[in-house]
């Protein structure tokens, strides 16, 4: 720029829209750079983190497990000493681990039913006669899992099933087929052929459908197991429920050895879309009425790799009720060359994910989108939806006092948002420091106030967070609103773009973003119903490291969740307008929470993105409801939340699998009361 140019009043029109169309690309240059040094030490963080786990999985460094362990424990015990005088902190940890291999074993053989069970559930007549088709292409199959495959089939509690088998094997494996000829001679539920030629994944489970007579169809793999009661289980739904379309929870275990012997254990939420677009997480044990297959195939060939996810993402789009059962029923063995062992030993299959969604994506009409691997694992996506249009969003900042915490808010959008389209509308309450009115008739005489991007209101009455907002609300002049803490700070530059293009969407209601701790923490990546001590909601994967993937990656995907905070919480206005804003019964505390709940029941999802990244100091402004009268206000708020939603946390959070435990965020097994 140059410093000797005229000042702007004395330029004629055309020489200042030139002057500032120039001011504002060197200001967009300063802020691409910027964000590109963000990202590099972004990237630079995140490398060093691989660095570091890859020592740890190093030889040496778990040999000398043992020492270190003795040598940290002995620290920190000291540590422990000198501050309580206790070992308590180090016996909870303990506990911690002893928790978690005790519920792994309940998931194993233990869950297997005694005689007693296996004679009820054989015995019990259901309101309708199902047979079931279990698909299962074979190529190769080693012996042993071959027959412990079809043995876990016949050790079902409900049998009205049949075995389909189609066999590709090569002629160097004709004990494949000899094998099956075994097993087929003494039960007429197991059905053989034996195909001309390998067509692959596809093409040959498309040939054990031609060979199924049943009412619902099942996809098994050859060298996998099922849990003896996953048919029960699931007739017991289908009757109950009218489901059309079943899954089950599900373990890796390790190829020769037995299902006790786990690796992964994946716990699953109920149908979410946004989780199934990302994530094939339903996976296995995937079972259909048929009748969702009229008019389409059962496997796609182009999609070979990934076939499962695409027949998963148009089946249940099809389906008129999806159910999880919250039941580890399914064993995926994991051996040299299985996708459950290493992804990469069939790279094609990520192309055909990336493919299958994107196919499906198309199919629902949305264009112009963007697939992408996520560093959690290769098919795991992350989704840039496009953003229709530029329309005007309201940022809703309710303040008293604590200037420097505003200042850094509202500094933080004005130079970091690359979206252009937006207002502020900060609402006043009461403040009584000297420097906020001067902050405020700082941003009033700003540019940003002269062209009508930041408003100041002012609320009458003592603080209730809801109330100050739907002030707010009343002023806003935006499509869609987001409701912001004042001690938040923007990270992500395209943090609106980021949630709008999940706002925008007709089925959604509320999107939240991620947001951390000054130290790089977790403070919300999704909120979880009935979590923590008071029984109404907490936030997931909290105070984890910012580096983490979360459980099974998710904080790597944008997800659906019951709720969001409202510390960072974007929502259409029409949609706020229309459920009458927060419920100002909850003054305080909940009433984010709440108002999504309120969504939820209209059919809505309610989406969080790790994608819209934000710092939340949280509780400055206000400080911490746990003393005195704060206290004792939150727990009147947490009854009346508990009174109102008592339903929805008896039947348990849709999005968090009833298998873990409410007491802590991150994930835990719970353990069962169960001998």
Not at 170 to 184: K, L, M, P, R, S
Not at 377 to 394: A, L, M
Not at 660 to 666: A, I, P, Q, V
Request: aromatic fraction near 10%; include cysteine.
């Amino acid at each position: 720029m140059d410093e000797n140019r005229k000042d702007p009043e004395q330029m004629t029109e055309a020489e200042r829209t030139a002057y500032y169309r120039e001011l504002y690309e060197a200001e967009k240059a300063k802020t691409v750079k910027l964000s590109v040094r963000l990202s590099d030490t972004t990237r630079e963080a995140i490398e060093l983190q691989r660095k570091l786990d890859n020592i740890k999985s190093s030889k040496a460094w778990k040999a000398s497990a043992p020492l270190r362990s003795v040598y940290h424990w002995t620290k920190r015990t000291e540590e422990r000493i000198k501050r309580h005088g206790t070992l308590h902190g180090i016996m909870r940890k303990l506990d911690s681990k002893r928790i978690e291999r005790i519920a792994r074993l309940q998931h194993g053989t233990r869950s297997f039913p005694d005689a007693e069970e296996r004679r009820r559930q054989q015995e019990t007549e259901f309101a309708r006669q199902i047979k079931f088709s279990i698909l299962t292409p074979l190529y190769n199959t080693p012996e042993q899992f071959l027959r412990e495959m079809i043995e876990s089939v016949q050790a079902q509690t409900y049998t009205n099933w049949e075995l389909c088998l189609a066999d590709g094997s090569d002629e160097a494996h004709a004990n494949v087929g000899q094998i099956c000829h075994e097993y087929a001679d003494k039960d007429a539920r197991i059905r053989y052929k034996k195909l001309e030629k390998n067509g692959g994944i596809s093409a040959n489970t498309n040939e054990c459908l031609k060979l199924a007579t049943g009412e619902y169809i099942g996809l098994f793999d050859h060298d996998d197991l099922l849990h003896p009661s996953v048919l029960y289980e699931y007739m017991k739904r289908i009757c109950d429920e009218g489901a059309d379309y079943l899954y089950c929870d599900e373990c890796t275990f390790r190829g020769n050895k037995g299902i006790d012997s786990m690796i992964t254990l994946h716990f699953k939420p109920d149908f979410a879309i946004d989780n199934l677009r990302a994530n094939n997480y339903i996976c296995h044990f995937s079972v259909f009425d048929r009748k969702l297959l009229e008019g389409m195939e059962l496997f796609r060939s182009q999609f070979d790799g990934s076939q499962d996810h695409d027949m998963t993402l148009r089946l249940t789009a099809k389906a008129k009720h999806v159910v999880h059962v919250p039941k580890l029923m399914y064993y995926w063995r994991s051996h040299q060359g299985s996708t459950a062992a290493d992804i990469n030993t069939k790279t094609y299959a990520i192309e055909a994910a990336r493919g299958a969604v994107a196919d499906h994506l198309t199919n629902c009409g949305f264009r112009n989108f963007e697939i992408t691997s996520t560093r959690a694992f290769e098919t795991i996506f992350r989704i840039q939806y496009e953003v229709i249009g530029t329309p005007k969003v309201s940022i809703l900042i309710p303040n008293k006092d604590h200037v420097e915490d505003l200042k850094r808010c509202v500094g933080s959008i004005l130079q970091k948002s690359t979206y252009d389209n937006y207002e502020i509308v900060i609402i006043e309450n009461n403040s009584d420091t000297k420097e906020i009115e001067a902050y405020y008739a700082e941003l009033l005489g700003s540019k940003e106030a002269q062209d009508g991007r930041i408003k100041l209101v002012r609320y009458q009455g003592e603080f209730n967070y809801s109330a100050i907002n739907n002030l707010g609300a009343q002023y806003a002049t935006g499509e869609y609103l987001v409701l912001l803490n004042n001690d938040t700070e923007v990270i992500t530059f395209d943090w609106i773009e980021e949630l709008l293009m999940y706002a925008q969407r007709k089925d959604v209601g509320a999107v939240g973003a991620k947001l951390y701790y000054p130290d790089m923490t977790i403070q919300h990546a999704g909120v979880v119903i009935g979590l923590g001590a008071h029984g109404t909601a907490g936030h997931s994967h909290y105070k984890v490291a910012g580096t983490d993937l979360g459980y099974m990656g998710r904080l790597c995907y944008a997800q659906d969740v019951s709720a969001v905070t409202g510390a960072c919480l974007m929502v259409k206005k029409s949609l706020y307008d229309e459920l009458g804003g927060l419920e100002e019964d909850f003054a305080v505390s909940l009433n984010d929470v709440d108002f999504c709940l309120r969504l939820l029941q209209k059919g809505l999802w309610n989406v969080f993105t790790p994608f819209a990244e934000l710092f939340h100091y949280e509780s400055i402004s206000r400080g911490l409801d746990d003393q005195g009268e704060k206290a004792a206000r939150y727990e009147r708020e947490s009854a009346k939340f508990r009174q109102k939603w008592k339903a929805f946390i008896e039947q348990g959070d849709p999005f968090y699998n009833p298998n873990f435990t409410l007491g802590r965020s991150n994930f835990v097994l719970r353990v069962s009361e169960k001998k």
